[in-house]
């Protein structure tokens, strides 16, 4: 399943290059995908980790997840997209930041790996660059320094009955260092 998955998300993805770079934008589901495999997840949640973007980024749609993937799967890559393309970045990530903290654990798993993903990415390229970094996103420093620590409390605060999910250690370590400790912004 996982090996489909790869070949799916390479096709879907294809021609696509990661914001502001040369690099294809597939090494970002991978490296999704590689981090829910070392953390133990089964290959279903992984397989979901390296399709998480197609439905948002591709014209793949539900029924052909779920056709060549299973419900499962089509449904945490389901969980993972934002509905409303149209709606405005702020709106967007609001409803994200509302519907993450009650999402199944297997959605906010996916989601966290990928939030991770892109913000060592981000911070690679801060170091790298400096901070001419954010003008290539939609919205600046600022905007995602709230999205970010948003994200960090929707998928590491507490949930009801459960552990801490996988990552949530290095996902507020890396958002402190992108943007400075939460207490002094």
């Not at 973007?53 to 539900?62: F, K, V």
């Not at 954010?134 to 998928?155: I, P, T």
């Amino acid at each position: 399943m996982i090996d489909r998955a790869i070949e799916f998300a390479a096709r879907a993805h294809q021609g696509q290059v990661r914001k502001g770079t040369d690099i294809p934008y597939i090494s970002h589901p991978y490296g999704v995908g590689m981090l829910l495999a070392t953390s133990g997840c089964d290959e279903e949640v992984v397989a979901a980790g390296i399709l998480h973007d197609t439905m948002e980024d591709t014209s793949t749609t539900l029924k052909q997840l779920r056709e060549q993937f299973g419900e499962r799967v089509a449904s945490i890559v389901e969980g993972c997209s934002e509905p409303d393309k149209w709606q405005s970045w702020e709106e967007r990530k609001e409803h994200t930041l509302a519907y993450l903290p009650g999402a199944p654990r297997e959605v906010r798993l996916v989601a966290l790996a990928d939030k991770l993903h892109n913000a060592r990415s981000i911070l690679a390229d801060v170091r790298a660059g400096g901070e001419g970094v954010w003008s290539r996103f939609k919205r600046g420093r600022s905007q995602q320094a709230w999205y970010y620590r948003g994200l960090v409390g929707a998928l590491c605060g507490s949930h009801e009955g459960e552990e801490t999910l996988p990552f949530c250690g290095e996902f507020r370590q890396v958002v402190d260092e992108l943007f400075g400790e939460a207490d002094a912004g």
